[in-house]
């Protein structure tokens, strides 16, 4: 090879400064084509990134051809939405090459903490579903497991968020505006992805009955591989995401009608497919678009899922030894009837056999029990977008109804539950049901949440496999929560317990001991100080507002959603607010309410919400009287790149779902790991965040789930009872329905008022609001006594290494995928 090739060559992979520096500038002026006089802070961010992908390209192809090599069992992580946020950062510290990169820069004449922030945010999620999904693509390659990620390349990704009058605005998210360095287009792994048309009936060559789907319409999906780098870089596997693409053939057709301007617009529709992501948060859309969106990604996925198979076997028998994959929620689900569609129509296996396979293939992870979550396909639509599919699901149905009923002995209650179809009404194909059916595992995310699916939603399921409910948990990965995103705290940690906590977070229970150690304590509050600066300033730039460092951050950070309860959190301010002003003398704990989230477009209760909170705010803000000892907050745009500001800056964290409806919570879990205290009812993963962190260092409060499933039931709940009983709830009622906080308006929160009274109060905001004040009360007395706070908070810390995201994955390995780590060979490194 010519000298001058192999000296690059060589250069691409060092990660010493001066080499790190050479790239960069080589980098700027080759690829990115600018001057460094004239260059942006994106036209660097492009060029560090372009660098730092060059070395990580020879790992990620070794990682792969070690897998093809060994045939390993591979995991495909199917999911409609992977909340990524930043790379750069990410890439940097799991290749462990962030100072150089840091001096390099400096070198230049630059800061990489200016470089990164002109990284924009991958939002193609919407919130703790979509992050789960890419903290298990972290663990996965940290732990050398083979496992791909799966989804979709929205082009535009979750809206951008701005308050116009205190009302949430939605933006396109456009993050692929200026390109995206870490993807590599892949023209030629291409698949054709079918809809619509109907189904020929004929027989096959030894005469039996067969089908085949004709006169589709064809879309192309298109791969796009981001590479995922494991902690130490070792391990770097794929994330596979799908772009829709129109065919050529169809577009041709136009041209010879000379109707070229239809023939661009068909174009522009059919690739509209992979255009946008959909805003809701656990909540169905039920729109035919979407039921695409998920049949597209699916269908690409489970076509190049055997493709890969096949390079190394010649008949599916062994598939379920080979590939592991999971569902994310129902949105993949139309893949098991895809699957038995690709293996009987395509390939010509015969139905039991394929249904035993993609049984044996397949498990399904549920992340809500919400009833207008669960997606149920209007089967006339199914009929028309997806007409073969419908009909394999009516032939799985029948055989398994056919199965049970034996089983049923006239209760047909039980069968008519159990059916993948809900013959209720409109008819509709429950995606529940097919995922449950179709999978030899089924989870929950959380003890709690996996109890309630077996005595709610698949009760009936559960009493015909009782094997089949398992729990696992969810989990974060400490990398970006804690070791990026907390450099403060991860340095103090590492200082002392060395750095073994960010690879195995178990370790980090060491630092229990260190909670009685007051100089340990003080250097625990000066990185929590200056991580609240941080935050601080950031509030400022953001909304105009001046907190007080010193005050107790009170954060409440997640979609907005009437089950989530921001509408409690808001009460307890007005009411806090009220005391302020009634007792001026009293010393008060200063306190900060920071809130973040975004509501779904359409959602008006939780747009109303956001405004109440924007409202309230205005005047608290704006009130002398109160000494500015509360302030409130509603930071705009909540994303992956705030939580990584926001997470290590709070003191307490809101965890205060009604119980039973949050089905885990992970933002609960990245609070609580960087020392934040949780405010929080017994819900999700908060009941095992208590069992780990002890009873004394969080403040658990409200109904139970039990109790709120038979207070419900009892129907002898009676909010205004309730609020007529508690002078300070009504008050804070009183002021938002006379319009103190809405004088341009006064009767705006009619609809809050109306859903808390004559509603029925569902989400027992009345019922919980003087218990919560008492938890407040509690977390504003101890946050006076700075040394026990900050023990506690030591102690949250220290105990919440099982809530890494490693843990979890291990045990989906093990316990669902019979996946094993895989070592990556290197030649590349050992030859030179
Ligand atoms: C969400 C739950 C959360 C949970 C995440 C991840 C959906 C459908 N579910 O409680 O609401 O933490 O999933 O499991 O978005």
Not at 286 to 309: M, N, P, V
Not at 390 to 410: D, H, P, T, V, W
């Amino acid at each position: 090879m010519d000298a001058r090739y192999k000296s690059r060559e060589i250069e691409r992979r060092s990660l010493d400064v001066d080499g790190l520096k050479r790239s960069f500038l080589e980098w700027l002026v080759y690829s990115v084509g600018k001057d460094a006089r004239a260059a942006t802070r994106r036209d660097w961010f492009h060029t560090v990134a372009l660098a730092v992908r060059d070395r990580l390209v020879d790992r990620w192809m070794d990682t792969t051809r070690t897998y093809y090599q060994q045939d390993a069992k591979r995991v495909y992580y199917l999911s409609l939405e992977f909340l990524i946020g930043r790379l750069l950062t990410n890439s940097l510290a799991n290749l462990g090459i962030t100072d150089q990169c840091r001096q390099a820069l400096d070198r230049i004449g630059l800061n990489l903490d200016d470089v990164v922030e002109a990284e924009p945010d991958a939002a193609l999620g919407n919130g703790g579903l979509g992050r789960l999904a890419a903290c298990f693509l972290d663990s996965m390659a940290s732990e050398a497991l083979p496992g791909y990620g799966y989804g979709i390349r929205y082009e535009f990704g979750l809206f951008e968020q701005r308050f116009e009058h205190g009302w949430q605005v939605e933006y396109p998210e456009q993050w692929l505006q200026f390109g995206n360095p870490w993807e590599f287009p892949r023209p030629e792994v291409l698949y054709p992805v079918q809809f619509y048309g109907r189904v020929e009936e004929f027989r096959d060559s030894v005469g039996e009955r067969a089908y085949r789907w004709v006169d589709a319409e064809r879309v192309l999906a298109m791969a796009y591989d981001t590479p995922v780098v494991g902690y130490g870089g070792d391990t770097i596997n794929t994330l596979r995401l799908w772009s829709a693409r129109a065919t050529r053939d169809f577009n041709f057709g136009h041209f010879n009608d000379g109707a070229y301007m239809k023939a661009v617009e068909q174009k522009v529709l059919t690739e509209n497919l992979s255009r946008v992501l959909y805003p809701n948060d656990a909540t169905e859309g039920g729109k035919e678009l979407r039921l695409k969106q998920e049949y597209f990604f699916t269908s690409a996925s489970l076509q190049d899922i055997l493709r890969r198979y096949l390079q190394h076997h010649s008949n599916f028998d062994s598939l379920p030894d080979k590939a592991a994959i999971q569902l994310n929620d129902t949105h993949p689900a139309i893949g098991i009837a895809e699957l038995m569609r690709l293996l009987v129509d395509q390939h010509g296996v015969t139905w039991d056999k394929a249904w035993d396979i993609t049984r044996a293939t397949f498990s399904y992870t549920n992340h809500t029990l919400l009833p207008e979550a669960l997606e149920a396909w209007p089967v006339r639509m199914m009929e028309r977008v997806l007409p073969r599919h419908m009909q394999i699901i009516y032939e799985i149905n029948a055989k398994f109804l056919n199965r049970s009923k034996a089983r049923a002995a006239g209760d047909n209650g039980r069968l008519s539950r159990l059916s993948l179809i809900d013959e209720r009404g409109d008819r509709r194909v429950r995606m529940g049901n097919l995922a449950f059916l179709g999978s030899h595992k089924v989870n929950g995310v959380s003890a709690l949440h996996t109890e309630l699916m077996k005595q709610t939603v698949f009760a009936d399921f559960h009493a015909e496999f009782p094997e089949r409910i398992n729990n696992k948990t969810n989990g974060i990965t400490p990398r970006r929560w804690l070791h990026q995103a907390n450099q403060p705290l991860a340095a103090l940690i590492t200082s002392r317990i060395g750095n073994g906590w960010i690879k195995d977070l178990s370790q980090i229970s060491a630092l229990a001991e260190k909670a009685d150690d007051l100089v340990f304590r003080e250097e625990f509050r000066r990185a929590k100080r200056k991580n609240k600066k941080r935050l601080a300033a950031y509030i400022a730039r953001q909304t105009g507002v001046d907190v007080q460092v010193d005050s107790l951050f009170d954060v409440q950070v997640k979609r907005m959603h009437e089950y989530k309860r921001q509408l409690l959190n808001i009460l307890q301010a007005i009411a806090l607010y009220n005391e302020m002003r009634d007792n001026p003398t009293v010393s008060w704990v200063p306190v900060t309410k920071i809130f973040a989230g975004k509501a779904a477009p359409s959602y008006h209760m939780a747009k109303l919400i956001i405004k109440l909170i924007n409202d309230v705010a205005k005047v608290v803000n704006h009130d002398p009287s109160v000494h500015d000892n509360l302030k409130i907050v509603l930071l705009p745009n909540y994303n992956v790149t705030a939580a990584e500001i926001i997470m290590p800056a709070a003191d307490l964290s809101e965890q205060i779902s009604t119980a039973g409806m949050e089905a885990s919570g992970t933002g609960n879990m990245k609070l609580a790991l960087n020392g934040a205290l949780t405010i929080g009812t017994l819900d999700g993963a908060n009941v095992e965040i208590r069992e780990h962190v002890g009873d004394d260092n969080i403040f658990i409060f409200g109904l139970t789930a039990e109790e709120v499933n038979d207070l419900r039931a009892s129907g002898g709940f009676n909010p205004r009872d309730v609020i007529a009983s508690n002078p300070s709830l009504k008050r804070a009622l009183d002021m938002i329905s006379t319009g103190v906080f809405s004088p341009d308006d006064p009767h705006r929160y009619h609809p809050i008022l109306q859903a808390l009274t004559d509603g029925g109060d569902h989400f027992l905001v009345t019922a919980d609001f003087s218990d919560y004040c008492q938890a407040q009360q509690a977390a504003m007395d101890l946050y006076r006594d700075q040394e026990e706070w900050t023990r506690k908070a030591i102690l949250n810390t220290a105990n919440m290494g099982w809530f890494s995201s490693d843990r979890t994955i291990m045990e989906y390995a093990t316990e669902i995928w019979d996946v094993h780590p895989v070592k990556p060979e290197h030649p590349a490194e050992t030859e030179t």
